[in-house]
């Protein structure tokens, strides 16, 4: 509770801070002192100190799980504020704006980790959703991101349409908003006993968290929208959101998947198995940075959909460590491609003579995103693959993953390529001193957490 309150409360403080104060360059280091008050907000409320009581009447149930990803969430946004809140005050007039909508999109964001019942499941994605469609459209004088926001908007209104849809059909089948059903009657062919109308909206709302989350066959959005978008947003929409769509993936169905039966599991393979296909095939042949890492989140999600196939512990301490891993090397390279003047692959030409700190920090973030080992990306990996073995999954889906992942590793290394080992001059825009410090912390976090990941892990124990 703490970080919902704390959340919105900043988000307030920053909209009236925009009128208060002229200075823009204020604004980033207010945001990044929200942040912080934010973190030791969720942080005392994990130790069971200072917790703000509030009755929800069981719409809200706060566990160490949901808390420890919101502390995740709130880091990788203050290391995204840090390394490109000088972006965001360049991307238009009135940037106390921007930020008070990414802590609107953090309020949604840590409601999704405590949902109790399918209403808050439904706030929570309207309230973290609603500021993207604004922070998408944000370039105002750019037709593409106008475009990106206007696409957005409609693709998120119709999901949105399918998840009160399949809320509606659950109440009819079950007469409750809960999201703990209970133990089913069985049959005597061990079939749940369960009506059509809960299994109904079970599969509504499977389709309108795939949309939220971005997998096939419901990601046609995703590249359009984060190409679209400004490439200081995207950075910000392809992370945290992201990550937070998939923790409220699995708080929804770890209760609810048993009723659909043996179809559960046939469908989640489908769609784990069209992400990792569509989102790295397509990847290979884009000519474009910023295109190529939209399709590389598709799949990235492929991989962050095992968490909801196997559904074990390992799963839960998988898409934690992904969500940090994924969270801070999508962090990392889009801050040097929004200071990129080209963001073609030719555009990266040569990087490595004229900006070597950026060359390495941007390498090292493309090996934790290909799930190269010594890096964080490569034991987020290994987890999530882990948890469908421990689960008795199909071995044949762990094979395919593995083969898509070094599929990831051609397009990843074509950037590293052209850094390194081809000639030109790549043009970047002012680069400071403390953003190439920022940099190399970001990329010194994910070599640490590559070699000793129980230095994340073990603050979710202990």
């Known amino acids: 509770m703490n970080a919902i309150i704390v959340s919105a409360l900043m988000g307030v403080v920053m909209m009236l801070s925009g009128i208060i104060f002229q200075n823009k360059s204020l604004m980033k280091h207010l945001a990044a002192a929200g942040l912080i008050v934010l973190l030791v907000a969720n942080l005392l409320q994990s130790y069971g100190k200072y917790v703000i009581q509030v009755d929800t009447h069981n719409l809200l149930h706060f566990?160490?799980?949901?808390?420890?990803?919101?502390?995740?969430?709130?880091?990788?946004?203050l290391i995204y504020v840090l390394l490109s809140g000088k972006d965001i005050e360049n991307t238009g007039?009135?940037?106390?704006?921007?930020?008070?909508?990414?802590?609107?999109?953090?309020?949604?964001?840590?409601?999704?980790?405590?949902?109790?019942g399918?209403?808050?499941?439904?706030?929570?994605?309207?309230?973290?959703?609603?500021?993207?469609?604004?922070?998408?459209?944000?370039?105002?004088?750019?037709?593409?991101?106008n475009e990106a926001s206007l696409k957005y908007l409609l693709m998120g209104s119709f999901s949105t349409g399918i998840m009160l849809m399949g809320i509606a059909l659950i109440y009819g089948g079950s007469g409750s908003f809960g999201i703990n059903p209970g133990t089913p009657e069985m049959?005597?062919?061990?079939?749940?006993?369960?009506?059509?109308?809960t299994v109904a909206g079970l599969i509504l709302l499977f389709v309108s968290m795939c949309f939220k989350v971005s997998a096939a066959p419901f990601h046609f959005w995703t590249p359009d929208v984060y190409d679209g978008a400004p490439s200081v947003f995207t950075s910000f929409m392809a992370t945290v959101v992201k990550a937070a769509g998939f923790f409220a993936f699995m708080r929804l169905f770890e209760s609810q998947s048993d009723l659909m039966g043996a179809t559960w599991k046939i469908l989640l393979s489908f769609v784990i198995i069209a992400t990792l296909l569509v989102g790295n095939i397509t990847a290979v042949f884009q000519q474009s940075v910023k295109r190529m890492l939209a399709y590389s989140s598709i799949a990235q999600a492929g991989f962050m959909l095992f968490a909801l196939?196997?559904?074990?512990?390992?799963?839960?301490?998988?898409?934690?460590?992904?969500?940090?891993?994924?969270?801070?090397?999508?962090?990392?390279?889009?801050?040097?491609?929004?200071?990129?003047k080209d963001y073609t692959l030719d555009g990266f030409n040569g990087l490595a003579k004229t900006q070597?700190?950026?060359?390495?920090?941007?390498?090292?973030?493309?090996?934790?995103?290909?799930?190269?080992?010594?890096?964080?990306?490569?034991?987020?990996?290994?987890?999530?693959?882990?948890?469908?073995?421990?689960?008795?999954?199909?071995?044949?889906?762990?094979?395919?993953?593995?083969?898509?992942?070094?599929?990831?590793?051609?397009?990843?290394f074509r950037v590293i390529q052209a850094m390194y080992f081809k000639d030109g001059a790549a043009e970047t825009s002012e680069i400071t001193g403390g953003f190439k410090i920022g940099l190399l912390l970001v990329a010194g976090l994910i070599v640490l957490i590559g070699l000793l990941p129980s230095v994340l892990l073990n603050y979710f124990y202990f």
Do not use: R
């Open 63 to 77: 566990e160490q799980f949901g808390i420890f990803f919101n502390t995740i969430a709130i880091v990788a946004t």
């Open 93 to 116: 007039v009135h940037p106390a704006e921007y930020f008070a909508l990414v802590f609107f999109v953090l309020c949604g964001v840590t409601i999704l980790t405590s949902f109790n």
């Open 118 to 145: 399918l209403l808050m499941l439904f706030l929570g994605v309207e309230i973290m959703s609603i500021p993207l469609y604004i922070l998408t459209g944000a370039d105002k004088k750019n037709l593409k991101s």
């Open 187 to 197: 049959t005597v062919g061990g079939i749940p006993k369960v009506s059509f109308l």
């Open 309 to 340: 196939y196997a559904g074990n512990d390992l799963a839960k301490e998988g898409i934690l460590l992904y969500a940090a891993a994924y969270s801070l090397a999508t962090i990392g390279v889009f801050a040097v491609l929004i200071k990129m």
């Open 356 to 412: 070597p700190v950026l060359a390495l920090a941007t390498t090292i973030c493309l090996l934790s995103l290909s799930g190269i080992p010594l890096t964080a990306g490569f034991f987020a990996k290994y987890y999530m693959l882990a948890a469908v073995v421990k689960a008795g999954g199909a071995l044949w889906i762990v094979i395919v993953a593995v083969l898509f992942a070094a599929v990831s590793v051609y397009y990843y």
